[in-house]
């Protein structure tokens, strides 16, 4: 797929039009449902002024979290904390697509910005399928006959199929917001495949989504090393062999994580390059924390240990180029921030060309005030992942497919 070829803002003409745009807010959030970073909201902020500049009615619509999680909230603090960063009042709704919805979309007028509630409120919105399933769903006919064009900048929602990503672009006339477009051009000419060691860092929360990456990853043989922390390390050191005691057995069982022991073993055997923590950090029943070998653990892990820092640390100024994704540990809870942020420090110190993703790392980065260190943020983790390794990704597909349909192809 072309994807430098696929439409920009520039290619349309937004004036008194009405305009769709999907954004990425997913934001990490607190114990008051407070946003704790706002980077993401930050980084869909050129886009949103361009086009009300231009005259364009935006209609933006975003996710945040997964239904059953913590951070499964509605959007009305990305509201507020748009408004503050675009200087300008931001409406909101609570609904997407009802009829309070559609009347507020209806009476929106050219230079005006409304935020709908969080589209994952929406079952439909919940499920992959493909962009020919996605264009009946009831969320893209009620909506997408409010609009003249789709806008689609939520790179790091991009390795999803779901209706607000790929079933627009079936019905209607679709480009690249701008962070997308700069995502996409920055990681195709950046990665270079010939450059070696690569050192892929890769941990957080979303463990069957990293494993079916690191397949990709390990078939293509785009990393020469992956060093894993988090839940990830969990699950490869469980695959291992290694008993990680009651709380955190129990743990990995309640996510569903151990179901995929079988296929992180299969990875192991064939010799991918495969790195586990040597140490963790733990806290037990009585909320004592203690740090503990990985073949005797006993309380629940919170984060990687001092003696995994220093090794991964080793490994990782190695490298000519290291991609990190994911946190080491629950760095929401500043006692377990440390691994995080001194392998982020590595990375930045090690002279390596070094990509990072998803919010959270976003966060470590600023707070170790290395911004300028660095060789791309990606706004994207799994997205990220999953373009590195060379899998499509069905948002840009959908894009591909409307330009064609619509006649906005280029080149
Ligand atoms: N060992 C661990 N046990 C439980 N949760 C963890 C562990 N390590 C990391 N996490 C959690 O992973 C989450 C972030 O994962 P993820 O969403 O995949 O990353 P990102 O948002 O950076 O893309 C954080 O909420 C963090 O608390
Ligand atoms: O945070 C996100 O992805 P990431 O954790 O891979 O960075 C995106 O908002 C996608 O969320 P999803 O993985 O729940 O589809």
Redesign the pocket.
């Known amino acids: 797929m072309s994807q430098l070829k696929l439409p920009t803002l520039d290619d349309i003409d937004v004036s008194g039009k009405k305009v769709l745009l999907r954004v ?1 807010f ?1 934001s990490p959030v607190g114990d008051n449902e407070e946003l704790l970073d706002d980077s993401r909201i930050r980084a869909h902020v050129p886009t949103i002024k361009e086009l009300l500049e231009r005259g364009a009615a935006v209609v933006v619509v975003s ?1 945040q ?2 239904p059953g999680e913590s951070d499964f909230i509605t959007l009305e603090p990305h509201a507020a904390k748009l408004s503050a960063l675009l200087g300008q009042s931001v409406q909101f709704v609570e609904d997407v697509m009802g009829p309070e919805a559609r009347r507020r979309i209806k009476n929106l007028k050219p230079g005006e910005v409304l935020l709908l509630d969080n589209v994952r409120f929406l079952a439909e919105e919940n499920i992959n399928a493909p962009p020919e399933v996605q264009e009946k769903t009831y969320l893209v006919r009620r909506l997408a006959k409010l609009f003249d064009y789709y806008v689609n900048d939520a790179f ?2 991009a390795h ?1 199929s779901q209706p607000s990503i790929v079933g627009f672009p079936m019905v209607l006339p679709s480009v690249m917001g701008r962070l997308m477009q700069k995502e996409v051009e920055a990681l195709s000419k950046i990665f270079n495949p010939k450059v070696s060691p690569k050192v892929f860092v890769l941990g ?1 929360g ?1 463990v069957p ?1 990293s494993l079916s990456i690191i397949e990709n990853i390990v078939e293509n043989k785009v990393a020469d090393r992956i060093l894993t922390t988090g839940l990830l390390s969990e699950l490869f050191l469980v695959a291992k062999g290694i008993d990680l005691g009651e709380s955190n057995m129990k743990f990995l069982e309640k996510k569903g994580i151990l179901s995929l022991v079988p296929k992180a073993r299969k990875l192991l055997l064939s010799g991918a390059p495969i790195d586990v923590p040597l140490d963790f950090v733990t806290v037990d029943e009585e909320g004592n924390v203690k740090v503990e070998p990985a073949y005797n653990v006993t309380g629940l892990i919170r984060d990687i240990g001092p003696a995994t820092i220093r090794s991964y640390s080793e490994l990782i100024k190695e490298a000519k180029v290291v991609v990190m ?2 946190p080491a540990g629950v760095m929401e809870d500043p006692r377990f921030r440390k691994g995080t942020k001194e392998l982020v420090r590595a990375a930045l110190e090690s002279g390596a060309f070094t990509i990072f ?3 959270h790392l976003t966060a470590v980065i600023e707070e170790l005030g290395m911004k300028d260190r660095v060789g791309h943020i990606s706004t ?4 990220l992942l999953a373009f590195l390794s060379g899998k499509e990704l069905p948002a840009l597909k959908a894009l591909e497919i409307s330009a064609r349909k619509f006649g906005l192809i280029k080149g």
């Open positions: 990425d997913n996710h979290g997964r790091a929602t999803r957080g979303k989504d994704r994911g993703g998803g919010g994207g983790g799994g997205a």
